[in-house]
């Protein structure tokens, strides 16, 4: 069975600080992973993943894949309030159109 | 720039009613995704339309379709209405397959009594 699993489900830090999400998955035919914020309202993307190794960047936001350990990571330094969220793992695999999306992080920054 | 328009935002229905949510992509967006998501739970897969046809099914009631049709928006119908139907649906949609990248519509709160 197709699965993405993240860790951990909740998390609570302070303002400032650094932080790492994971994502783990198993799924037959990997085409990519991504990566969305969500708020109140729908989730918004991240980013895409496709080749391990490459760290994809975009602010104080960074992620990286190994597609051989079958894990990503999400970084936030510098962490602000705003960025208190659901943070969605998914998974697209590559033989229709089917995005898995694991549990999900509850990030809350305290100020 | 136009994003994914769902409607209707808030729909109250009472048990075994039916109800019909809508969806209208973005431009040129030929793939369509519906997902369902719980108080708390993550997005779960419902069906996805490639050009008007199904292209995958997850895990749809079968008291639930979907189509797509010609200028690309989908309904998704949902009949025999139960309370564990209560949800927020999203619509997203993606420019070609592959690309990976979904843009999601705000959703719309079913809430069944």
């Known amino acids: 069975e197709d699965k993405v699993v993240q860790s951990p489900l909740s998390l609570v830090v302070h303002e400032g600080d650094t932080v790492t999400l994971n994502c783990s998955y198993e799924?037959?035919?990997?085409?990519?992973l991504l990566w969305y914020k969500q708020e109140k309202k729908a989730p918004t993307f991240l980013f895409m993943l496709?080749?391990?190794?490459i760290e994809k960047k975009s602010g104080r936001l960074s992620s990286i894949l190994d597609k051989k350990e079958l894990f990503s990571i999400l970084n936030i330094t510098a962490t602000q309030t705003g960025d208190s969220a659901v943070y969605l793992c998914a998974v697209d695999m590559n033989r229709d159109d089917k995005i898995i999306f694991g549990k999900g992080t509850r990030l809350h920054i305290l100020p | 720039a136009a994003g994914v328009i769902q409607s209707p935002r808030h729909l109250i229905k009472e048990k075994r009613e039916t109800a019909t949510l809508k969806c209208y992509p973005i431009p040129r967006h030929d793939t369509v995704y519906w997902y369902q998501q719980g108080p708390g739970q993550d997005p779960q897969f419902l069906i996805s339309?490639?050009?008007?046809?199904?292209?995958d099914k997850g895990s749809i009631p079968d008291r639930f379709s979907a189509q797509q049709f010609s200028d690309y928006h989908s309904e998704l119908n949902m009949s025999s209405l139960e309370l564990g139907d209560s949800a927020l649906y999203f619509c997203a949609s993606s420019l070609a397959r592959g690309t990976g990248e979904l843009f999601f519509g705000e959703g719309s709160r079913l809430t069944v009594l």
């Open positions: 339309f490639y050009e008007k046809m199904q292209s």
């Open positions: 799924v037959t035919n990997f085409r990519s």
């Open positions: 496709t080749s391990s190794g």
